[in-house]
């Protein structure tokens, strides 16, 4: 089992920043592929960016890039989301996920936190 707690959502201007962060317990950290996801109102969740369990490659949401940042410590077990030049439509709740990374699925998700962008 991977427990998952994200933190660093709340209310942003139009432009702003915000960081979001994932505190990871449990199992082996660095044996997991981490992801951020979102959901919006009335939208299907959607994957923002994931980070290999090594950090070495990363991915990110075309809606995102240039804009989003993903890193992870190992030694803090901590994944992180760097968000930049926020518009109203990141506005979500932001998700967390852990996959093993022999596996194709995220299997371990946090409660989410809420980023809402708006002036």
């Known amino acids: 089992q991977v427990q998952l707690v994200e933190s660093g959502g709340g209310l942003v201007q139009p432009g702003g920043s915000l960081r979001l962060s994932c505190a990871a317990s449990?199992?082996?950290?660095?044996?997991?592929?981490m992801g951020w996801f979102r959901q919006a109102p009335g939208k299907e969740r959607a994957l923002v960016a994931t980070i290999r369990w090594s950090g070495d490659a990363t991915y990110y949401a075309d809606s995102v890039k240039g804009r989003f940042t993903i890193s992870r410590d190992n030694a803090k077990n901590t994944v992180y989301l760097q968000m930049h030049s926020l518009k109203p439509e990141d506005s979500a709740v932001y998700y967390c996920a852990a996959r093993y990374y022999m596996d194709d699925e995220y299997a371990y998700w946090g409660q989410g936190t809420q980023v809402t962008v708006s002036s």
């Open positions: 449990g199992r082996t950290f660095s044996s997991y592929d």
